[in-house]
């Protein structure tokens, strides 16, 4: 009974295989948008560009999050992770009671090649600014990034795309605290950033193989064989 089972187990995944790598390529664009709150005392700018601000400058510019995609385009192939783009966080000095809880980035993956179309995602990007002190470190601020990515699939010609964000990479903090893929950490008048890649995979549809069929079907024979005798 176990080996029939492999039989058949063996013969059904025939029916899916891994894709090969095949180029990739498109272009991203990348805006903020529903800072919340977005309303007085909460001090803002930039809605709907690639570089949002907040609060009211105090002797340096204001708090910003920058989306840099890079030159607009990517190329890349398939099973391959490619660099989507950068976000560059600036902490500056601000008056207190002017800082938004959270941003989201409105990113837009458009594919020529396959030729899969927009993909467009929403991500939230949580902040947390400090009091101001004496003490730089304790008044270092930090935008948390999204670490939870959704999956776009696409069907085409019996090959199944998968498109998803893959995180964050390639962190460069302000030289002191500590910052990753989960967040940035920024001491007063610092600047930190990380690199967004994406990734294509796919899998084809494959044909099962006579001899595989013929598994499948000896391994379903032998199974039910085996439930009447035990009902008998």
């Not at 187990?9 to 891994?18: D, I, Q, V």
């Not at 204001?62 to 890349?76: K, L, P, Y």
């Not at 899969?116 to 730089?136: A, E, Q, R």
Request: charged letters at 15%.
């Amino acid at each position: 009974m176990r080996l029939n089972t492999c039989l058949l187990a063996a013969a059904l995944g025939a029916a899916a295989l891994p894709g090969f790598a095949a180029p990739v390529s498109g272009s991203v664009d990348g805006t903020w948008i529903n800072p919340n709150p977005s309303a007085p005392p909460v001090v803002v700018s930039g809605v709907g560009t690639s570089t949002f601000k907040w609060g009211t400058p105090d002797g340096t510019p204001a708090n910003s999050v920058r989306f840099d995609n890079g030159g607009g385009n990517f190329t890349s192939s398939t099973e391959t992770p490619f660099k989507v783009g950068t976000i560059t966080y600036f902490n500056g000095t601000t008056d207190g009671g002017t800082s938004p809880d959270s941003v989201q980035l409105a990113l837009k993956l458009d594919f020529t090649d396959p030729a899969l179309g927009p993909v467009t995602s929403d991500y939230t990007f949580n902040i947390v600014s400090t009091t101001n002190t004496s003490d730089p470190d304790a008044s270092a601020d930090y935008l948390y990034l999204p670490t939870t990515f959704s999956t776009t699939s696409f069907l085409i010609g019996g090959t199944t795309y998968n498109v998803k964000l893959t995180g964050f990479s390639d962190i460069v903090g302000d030289g002191f605290l500590t910052s990753d893929a989960t967040e940035l950490h920024v001491r007063e008048g610092g600047t930190a950033s990380a690199d967004l890649f994406a990734e294509v995979t796919t899998q084809t549809a494959a044909v099962p193989e006579p001899q595989n069929m013929a598994l499948l079907f000896a391994g379903l024979g032998m199974v039910g064989l085996v439930a009447r005798r035990r009902h008998g």
